[in-house]
């Protein structure tokens, strides 16, 4: 599945309400071009690629229509039916875990920076997270310092994911933190069944243990793991997994038969 690419934002600061514009545009005008949501919106030129750019690395758009065109995925569909200003905390996790999901479509190097450089507690600089990234990506220094500059910001912006509290901006700095707000059970349930599409294919029990480390969900959510156990038995009650901890190896069981089950729980 190809990713979106570094530059994917255009140079401008991401928005949730630019954001929800574009998905609102496309439930209405399925496989429009880009030269369409240009006449049929006030957003500008670089925006007309950035935020559908944005929205196919969220999982929320994906290719299909005229040529160039954009049409909504089932979760774009939910979410646009459900939250059309992406102003719940449901639209802005599933935001987050559409960006930084290792089998998504999210730009590779914001993956990698969230779950492998950037630690909750940890403090950082633009310039010293575009250094890691440059192991990572052949391109210019300047372009990736841009991006995560970008990325970073937005972050840490009201305007778009800063009321989840993942990044704060301190003068310079770029402080890594726990989140505020909780994920639902029902979106936790909702990546836990995308992550095992990914790692598990059909199977229908595996260990606990192995599976939080190898789905990358405590680094995803920035939750200890002892939050996405909490999260999991809440999903028992809901009827979405099961959990076995009698006895070690403790084991987790799918009750879902497709991800696009859970579509109905999110909101």
Known sequence: ????????????????????????????????SRDQLRSGTDLGANMVVAFPNLAVGCGLLEEGGTKGGRVLTDLGNTVINNDPYLEGETSRWLIHYGLVDPA??????????????????????????????????SVVREKVQL????????????????????????????????????????????AVASRWSHLLKEQVTTSLETFLVESRLPEIFRMPR????????????????????????????RKWKATQDLLATLY
């Not at 599945?1 to 209405?28: D, V």
């Not at 993956?111 to 310039?127: E, T």
């Not at 939050?227 to 099961?242: M, N, P, T, Y």
């Open 104 to 137: 998504g479509r999210g730009p590779a190097y914001w993956g990698r920076l969230m779950l492998d450089v950037i630690r909750p507690g940890g403090r950082y600089q633009a310039a010293e997270l575009a250094s890691s990234v440059g192991e990572f990506e």
């Open 1 to 32: 599945m190809r990713q979106i690419g570094i530059n994917f934002h255009e140079g401008l600061q991401l928005s949730r309400s630019r954001l929800a514009a574009t998905l609102r545009f496309f439930s209405e005008n399925p496989g429009a």
């Open 226 to 253: 002892e939050q996405c156990v909490a999260l999991l038995e809440e999903s028992v009650d809901l009827g979405l997994v099961d959990l076995y901890r009698t006895a070690t190896p403790h084991q987790i069981v």
């Open 147 to 190: 991006a995560v500059g970008k990325l970073t910001e937005s972050y840490a912006s009201d305007g778009f994911l800063g009321a989840l509290g993942l990044l704060e901006k301190k003068g310079s700095e770029i402080h890594a933190t726990f989140p505020m707000i909780l994920p639902s059970a029902c979106v936790f349930s909702y």
